[in-house]
């Protein structure tokens, strides 16, 4: 059944994408997983390098902002190299371009991943819930 908003009859019909299965749309829990696997691997990499004062309380101690660096590398890297980060491995997904079939190259995986850095534009999604960060850069996150 076409959606009448869209025109579409299942999410990422318009891109081209198949309905199901490798090559699909990547649902929403399992990027929201990817991501959080990411932030949790980024934040255990910069507490090894985070100063531990005995004097110092919890907050002190935890590594903050600077896990921003490992998690923009791991996108950053990730991306130009193989098409996901980490946490996109782990959960089966993957970044191509709906444009064109060629690698996302190194402009839109640091335009991508300093949209995603901001949170906001992710949560800005269209009718194939893709994030601002995905339809300014023509990419989608697909199940791999």
Do not use: C
Not at 18 to 46: E, K, N, W
């Amino acid at each position: 059944m076409a959606d009448a908003a869209t025109g579409q009859s299942y999410r990422g019909q318009r891109l081209g994408l198949p309905a199901a299965g490798p090559g699909s749309l990547a649902p929403t829990g399992r990027r929201l997983l990817a991501y959080l696997i990411d932030l949790v691997v980024a934040t255990l990499v910069a507490a090894m390098f985070v100063r531990h004062d005995q004097h110092a309380g919890l907050a002190d101690r935890l590594p903050g902002q600077w896990s921003v660096l490992p998690w923009a590398l791991d996108y950053l890297l990730g991306l130009v190299l193989l098409g996901r980060s980490f946490g996109m491995y782990l959960t089966g997904l993957r970044v191509i371009r709906v444009d064109e079939r060629k690698p996302i190259g190194p402009v839109r995986a640091l335009v991508r991943t300093a949209l995603l850095a901001l949170v906001l534009p992710g949560l800005m999604v269209d009718s194939d819930l893709r994030g601002l960060q995905d339809r300014l850069t023509s990419t989608a996150v697909i199940v791999h």
